[in-house]
């Protein structure tokens, strides 16, 4: 038996595309997947905290009054 490895990730809930493989029509394969990281609801709630923690601990904004239309393009 003969074994190709592929690592994927996996990009739409539910679809894993596989491409390229060096099979032709006819050919009787088995597939077998092997999970190696589950993302669980606890895991994307924490990833969703930090990002919130991060956002918050930083300032999207300007310190003093943004420049106008005219000076932007050198109007007189």
Do not use: Q, W
């Amino acid at each position: 038996m003969n074994t190709i490895r592929v690592e994927k990730t996996v990009e739409r809930d539910g679809e894993l595309r596989l491409t390229g493989l060096p099979f032709h029509k006819g050919d009787e394969v088995e597939g077998v997947l092997v999970i190696k990281r589950a993302h669980t609801a606890a895991s994307r709630a924490e990833a969703l905290r930090k990002l919130i923690e991060h956002a918050n601990a930083h300032s999207f904004g300007s310190t003093r009054p943004y420049p106008t239309r005219d000076e932007l393009h050198e109007r007189d």
